[in-house]
Structures are given as structure tokens and as C-alpha cells.
């Protein structure tokens, strides 16, 4: 059987059909936590505001257009919810950035097994990548994520953040020359470190 | 292959995001195939990892009970009429004065009425003015609705951008004094990660510093309302209806302790006059302790506590002109041998009687 997709279920979540939605809501309730994540750090709080978008979708299936992207619609939805809920309910958004400081290093100890890990350019490798992500401004970091980690493209990306194709064009860019210059000056340093050629990090990171 | 393009290949995507053995296994040997490009490899590993951040995926039987619930939850009374966007934005706004003037608020959602997603500009929730003391003297801010901000060393201040526009709000971290216009339409809120004030028009000092074991709120001249976070958190979840806040004012202070997690009332260390009387009524003589409390009361707007019958037999007489209030009642209460303490934010007098 073909594998439905999104539009579909979401057609036939229009029509009343309960499965539909549990679909929709599997897929993709995850990632629309992680995003919600972003903007306030309180687990409990974001889960409820997914799942009332959920919620409102559902009641209101009938008059609900069918979304272009529907993915884009749900990140669009959340964010707004999130957004607004955190304003009206006084919480105060974490603003040291959009990512993360702490705890994604978690992530990495997920490969111990994997052949390559277990040497210092690895780590080293993962902290460089961190640190200049954070160096970018919250906004460039929502459209680097939007991007790479929900992989949208730059129209549902505007959609989304409600700002014009050229701006996002514009945030990724600079976020991109950002980058590499820091990844650049970086480079230099794994070089004296670990006198590898080439080879490692000395080929600017990103191109676009 | 250049880093980018990995980091949207479906593939290894399906690696990286979703733990996949087989996709594992496949980058693996592809790895050990291509050595030249295991510092790519790495690269945008790292990359979807850092973007990924922490991780908050719900399991299988999470995500079926969420769905079980969205499906079941009692449908909103909707009726498919424009007039109830209008009706829904009144509710809101009776519930927020509720909030403001009778401690009391009902949070819509909860009660299966979804509030829409418009109503709130988003400008407003983007665009935080942020404004922090790095010197280390104080620096004054001034809001767009004339109130100031006098900012202590080593603190900031959170605001939006079009403050005054729908209600006034600071976030605050650190120490600051505010001088605050009088707008009972649109009350004046102080949020810190502890505690929130609630004025209508008065000057007052919050102080709550990241990682201090105490946040307190000074309040020089006027009245405020403050609560806990968590308290104000669950009332505005509907789970109680009524705010239980504290109420203080001129000269009271309250404070929040961590450890303890709850609100105490007290008077601040130097009490200063709120109202200015002739000095000369404090130069006493064989006058009534009834008047002279009843004055200090009205002076610096602390209330006293005292048995009036048993100090019906007290008169003072002194020179209390320019001492201060601890000091006023230090000499009452030596010459009509009784003592006092301060509970609850007011001066309570112990006494034997005068005779």
C-alpha cells in the first residue's frame, strides 16, 4: 500500500476520522515539542500547548482549510501558542538563546559504539560545532533549525515565522558567514592542536 | 559531499534522529570506506545533534494516550458566528480585571473554551526591551507610561517594547525601586522567578537576585499585591478562584524564602514618614498613649496593635521630634512598661497597664 501522506490524513481528519488524526498527532507531536522547547523551557507547559493546538484542529476539523504543508502549519501553530500563552501566563521565556546550553551533550553519548567516537577530535569537534551555533543571534538559530533539524524550506519557513522570503534568505546567510568565520578561526586552532592537514576542519564548514 | 548536504540527507537523518540500526550501519561502512570524510561525518552529526538540543520525545503510549484525550475532550461550545471572537475577547478582558481588582480569574481554556490564536500582536511577544546594570551605580529607566525604574548594580530589567499598550509588565532579575504612575485600568505588574507584585500606583523596591535564598518586596509609600509565581501559576490554571495574594503597604515589606516557599509579612528597616505632620506633635506632653499610637499609625502607616484598656492609664510625655520610628517606640514603650515586636507587618505593644 502507498504510504498516505500528510494532506491526506489530514483530508480524511477533516471527514471525522479518528485514526487520521492519531496519524497526524504521532508523527507529528515530537518535533513540535521540541520546538514549543525553544522558546520556554518547562516541559509540562509546552506539552499542554501542543496538545491544545491539537485540540483546536480537531474541533474545529470542518472549517479548517486544507494546509499546504501541513507540518509547517503544525510548527507555525505551536509557536504562536507557545508564544502566547507564555505572555499571558507571565512565564518568563528563557532568552539565553534558542538552543541550548547544557544538556545536549547528552546527544552525543548516544554513539560510544560507534567506531569513530571514542578519540578527542571527535569531542572537539562537537564543541566547536556547539559553540558556534551559539554564537549566532536567536533568530538566525530558529532558522538554522527550522531548516536543518524540522527540514523546511525558506517559504514555510517565512509562513512559519511570519517574516518575508528575502528575510529568511537574509538570516541564513548571515548566519552562514557567521559560522564559518568562526569555524575558520577555529580550524586554526585544531591545526596547532593536533597538526592534521587539511583534512579536518580547515575546509570551510558550510557554503552556500 | 559537503556537511550541509548530509545534514538533509534523509538517510542519515534517519541515523542521527531516529537511531536507526540499519542507517547506522550503512554510514559505518561508509565511513571506513571514505575516511577523508569522517570529519564532515562528525561535523554534521554534531550539527543536527547541538539543533536538536535536549531531547523531550514522548513514548508510543504517551502519544496514543495524547491522542485518546484530544479526541475526547469535551467539545467547546462553539457557535460558527463571528460575535463570539468579540464575546471571547470581552471574557478575556473581564477576566484579567477580575484578576487586577477582585483577586479573582478564570482561565478560559481549561474550562474547554479554546482561546484563538489571534489577539495578541506578535510584535509584542517578539520585542523585549532588555535593560541590565552592569555599572556599579544605579541607573534609572523610564517606562513609556512615566513610571521609573531605578536599577541596583548587577541587575536587569525585561519589558516589551510597546509597553503602556495592553497591561504593564516588568520582568525583573536583580534589584530595582520603582516609581510607579497611577492607572487603575491598567495595573503594574512586577514578575520575578519567585514572586510577582501587583501595584496600582505607588513606589517600592523588589530585590530577588538569581540564586538568593530570599526575594523580597519594600514597599515606600502606597499599597501592592504580591504572589508567589506558584500560587498565581494555579489560579490562573482555574484549579482555585480565589488569588492568594499579599496585600502591603507603606513601610511593610514581604519576603520569600525559598526553602520555605511562602510569603512573610514584615516592616522594612527604616521606616520613613509618608506623611508629613508638624514635627512639633511629637514633642509629647502627658498626652494619651491612644494619640500618640494613632499619630505614628497615620505618620508612617504601620498599624499598632494594643490593648486599649489595659493602657488606658498611659500618657507620654517626650521629646520624639525627629527620632525615628523604631526609636519613637523604644522610649513609648520604656516609659509605659510595655514592649513591643512586629508580626505580620504591624507593631504589636505588650503592656501591663500604667498605673
Redesign the interface.
Known sequence: MVERTDTQWWTEMKEGDETALGVLLKKHFNPLLNYGYRFVKDEDFVKDCVQEVFIEIWQRRQRLQVPDSVRAYLLGSVRKKVLRESYRQHIIRDDSGFMEIADHTAGFDRSAEWVLIENETVTEINEKVRRSIHKLSKRQQEVLYLQYFQDLSREEISGIMNINMQSVSNLLQTAFTSFRNHWTTMAFFVLIYYKIMHSVCATVFFKI | M???HL??DPYF?KWILE?DEEA?RFW?NW??ENP?E??????A??????????????S?TE??L??R???N?P??T?S?ASKKTWLRRLAASVALVLLTGLGYYVYV?KNGV?PP?T??N?V???D?R?VSNTTNALKKVKLADGSTITLYPKSKV?FPEDFNRNER?V?LTGQAFFEVVKNAQKPF?V?T?DI?TQVVGTSFMVKAFEGAKESNVEVKKGKVLVYTRKD??TA?KGQKNTLPGMMIGSNQKVSFTKSEEKLVKSIIEAPEQIEKIDARLFRLEEEPVAVVFERIEKVYGIPINYDAQSMAECYVTANLEGDALFRKLDLICKITHSSYEIADGQIIVYSKGCY
Request: aromatic share 10%; charged share 35%; no cysteine.
Open positions: 559537503k556537511e550541509y545534514a538533509r537523518r537511531d547506522e559505518t565511513v571506513a577523508e569522517e570529519n564532515k561525518v562528525l561535523a552529526k554534531a550539527f543536527l545533534l547541538t539543533l536538536r538540543g535536549k531531547d523531550t520525545d514522548l508510543d502519544l496514543e495524547m491522542a484525550n484530544v479526541i475532550q467539545s467547546a462553539i460558527p481554556s479554546i490564536f489577539g495578541i506578535e509584542i511577544l517578539d523585549f532588555e525585561k509588565s520582568y505588574w514578575f522567578e510577582s498565581l501559576k490562573q
